[in-house]
T-cell receptor, first 115, second 115 residues
Framework: DAGVIQSPRHEVTEMGQEVTLRCKPI?????LFWYRQTMMRGLELLIY????????DSGMPEDRFSAKMPNASFSTLKIQPSEPRDSAVYFC?????????????FGEGSWLTVV | SQQGEEDPQALSIQEGENATMNCSYK?????LQWYRQNSGRGLVHLIL?????REKHSGRLRVTLDTSKKSSSLLITASRAADTASYFC???????????????FGTGTSLTVIP
C-alpha cells in the first residue's frame, strides 16, 4: 500500500485566499484524522471521521476551517479565508478498527505558509 | 486536556549511549503509544503498550508504563545517529476499548545523537 497520501506537500498562499488540503487514506481504513502541527502548540487533533462521518470536530479552530469526507478514499480540509496564523504543517492520518484501531498511519504532511 | 507531555524537550547524546524520554498524561488511558518523527516527515508508529502492561520491548526500544503515576518512558539503547528525530507519546483515553478513535499527542522530545 502507498500509505496515506496528502497533497499538496507545500503551499504558499496569500492571506484571504482559500486553501484546500487533500488526503487519501490507506485503503480499508475506517478512521481518518486531521492534525495540525506548530512549534508553539505541538500536534493538535482538528477533526476525525469514522466511516466517512465526522465524529469530533471540537479541535477545529474556528468557522474558517471545514473538513469533508465524501467517500472512504478521500477527504479535504479547507481554510477560507486563510490567515498568517494558519501557517503550519497539516497531517492527515488513518487507522483501522480491525486491529484495535490502535496504530495511526500518518501522511507526509502539507506544509502551509500564509503570507 | 488529555495531552501527554514529554520530558525533556530536547536531548543530546553521543552515539552508543542510551536515550531515555518520559511522558506524563492526565487521564486514564486504554493504550499509550510512542511515535517518531524525522525532520520534515510524518509520524511513524514505534510501539504500543496497553494499560494492563508494565513493560514492552521492541528491538532497541524499551517502554515502561506506570498507570499509578500516569507516566511512561521510552528507552533507546545503543543509540545511533539515525535515531536523531523527535519522539512523541500518544494516549488513547476513550472509555470504549478498540474504537480506534482520537489520540492525543504530547509536545515531543527532540533527540540528537552525535556520531
Amino acid at each position: 500500500d502507498a500509505g496515506v497520501i496528502q497533497s499538496p506537500r507545500h503551499e504558499v498562499t496569500e492571506m484571504g485566499q482559500e486553501v484546500t488540503l487533500r488526503c487519501k487514506p490507506i485503503s480499508g481504513h475506517d478512521y481518518l484524522f486531521w492534525y495540525r502541527q506548530t512549534m508553539m502548540r505541538g500536534l493538535e487533533l482538528l477533526i476525525y471521521f469514522n466511516n466517512n462521518v465526522p465524529i469530533d470536530d471540537s479541535g477545529m479552530p474556528e468557522d474558517r476551517f471545514s473538513a469533508k469526507m465524501p467517500n472512504a478514499s478521500f477527504s479535504t480540509l479547507k481554510i477560507q479565508p486563510s490567515e498568517p496564523r494558519d501557517s503550519a504543517v497539516y497531517f492527515c492520518a488513518s487507522s483501522w478498527t480491525g486491529n484495535g484501531g490502535n496504530t495511526i498511519y500518518f501522511g507526509e504532511g502539507s506544509w502551509l505558509t500564509v503570507v | 486536556s488529555q495531552q501527554g507531555e514529554e520530558d525533556p524537550q530536547a536531548l543530546s547524546i553521543q552515539e552508543g549511549e542510551n536515550a531515555t524520554m518520559n511522558c506524563s498524561y492526565k487521564t486514564s488511558i486504554n493504550n499509550l503509544q510512542w511515535y517518531r518523527q524525522n525532520s520534515g516527515r510524518g509520524l511513524v508508529h514505534l510501539i504500543l503498550i496497553r494499560s494492563n502492561e508494565r513493560e514492552k520491548h521492541s528491538g532497541r526500544l524499551r517502554v515502561t508504563l506506570d498507570t499509578s503515576k500516569k507516566s511512561s518512558s521510552l528507552l533507546i539503547t545503543a543509540s545511533r545517529a539515525a535515531d536523531t528525530a523527535s519522539y512523541f507519546c500518544a494516549t488513547d483515553s476513550s472509555p470504549l476499548a478498540n474504537t480506534g478513535n482520537q489520540f492525543y499527542f504530547g509536545t515531543g522530545t527532540s533527540l540528537t545523537v552525535i556520531p
